[in-house]
């Protein structure tokens, strides 16, 4: 599917859809600010290579416009998730999810079960997309497995094992489906 099916795919389930490239938006420089306070320093990356949905934005790095169809088909399912996430639970409810429990930073269940639904369809897609092999890459597995226990996303879920664990038993999931 091209990126532009993608988008009116989403456009349909999605009718107040958009994208702001991050460079241009007050919010995501501000994010920018804080998660460098917080994570003291050590999460540098936010305006230049994550892609963040906020409500019904999907705010992007300039990275976006170098993807393949192929990955961006991959994000913009992971996105996905997080959209429905959002309709299901209330703007107010993801936010909570998202920032509270257990603490915002070192041990966030709600952000790392969010993330952990949505990093699942980042697998199934790269499995469909990229073929299994790619969805066993041992540099995949290590790049999700550290997102959840490094700073980039505040050290939501500190357990190693147990990430390596769930994304184990996901992949093995999505080999049998």
């Given at each position: 599917?091209?990126?532009?099916?993608l988008?009116?795919?989403?456009?349909?389930?999605?009718?107040?859809?958009?994208i702001?490239y991050k460079?241009?938006s007050?919010?995501?420089?501000a994010i920018?600010?804080?998660?460098?306070?917080?994570?003291?320093?050590?999460q540098?990356?936010?305006?230049?290579?994550?892609?963040?949905v906020?409500?019904d934005?999907l705010?992007?790095?300039?990275?976006?416009?170098?993807?393949d169809?192929a990955?961006?088909?991959?994000?913009l399912?992971?996105?996905?998730?997080?959209?429905?996430?959002?309709?299901?639970y209330?703007?107010?409810?993801?936010?909570?999810l998202?920032?509270v429990?257990?603490?915002?930073?070192?041990l966030?269940?709600?952000?790392?079960?969010?993330?952990?639904?949505?990093?699942?369809?980042?697998?199934r897609a790269?499995?469909?997309?990229?073929?299994?092999?790619?969805?066993?890459d041992?540099?995949?597995r290590?790049?999700?497995?550290?997102?959840?226990?490094?700073?980039?996303?505040?050290?939501?879920?500190p357990?190693?094992?147990?990430?390596?664990?769930?994304?184990?038993?996901?992949?093995?999931?999505?080999?049998r489906?």
């Open positions: 599917m091209t990126r532009e099916e988008l009116e795919e989403l456009r349909r389930e999605f009718p107040r859809f958009r702001c460079r241009t007050q919010l995501s420089r920018h600010w804080a998660l460098l306070a917080l994570t003291f320093g050590r540098r990356e936010f305006l230049t290579g994550y892609y963040t906020i409500g934005t705010y992007v790095p300039e990275t976006w416009d170098a993807l169809d990955d961006c088909e991959i994000l399912r992971h996105e996905r998730v997080h959209l429905r996430q959002r309709r299901r209330g703007t107010f409810g993801m936010a909570f998202y920032l429990p257990f603490f915002p930073l070192g966030a269940y709600g952000r790392a079960r969010l993330e952990w639904e949505a990093y699942r369809e980042t697998l790269t499995a469909d997309l990229r073929g299994r092999a790619a969805a066993r041992p540099r995949l290590e790049r999700i497995v550290r997102r959840f226990v490094g700073p980039a996303y505040g050290w939501m879920w357990f190693r094992s147990q990430v390596e664990r769930w994304y184990d038993q996901a992949l093995a999931e999505i080999e489906a």
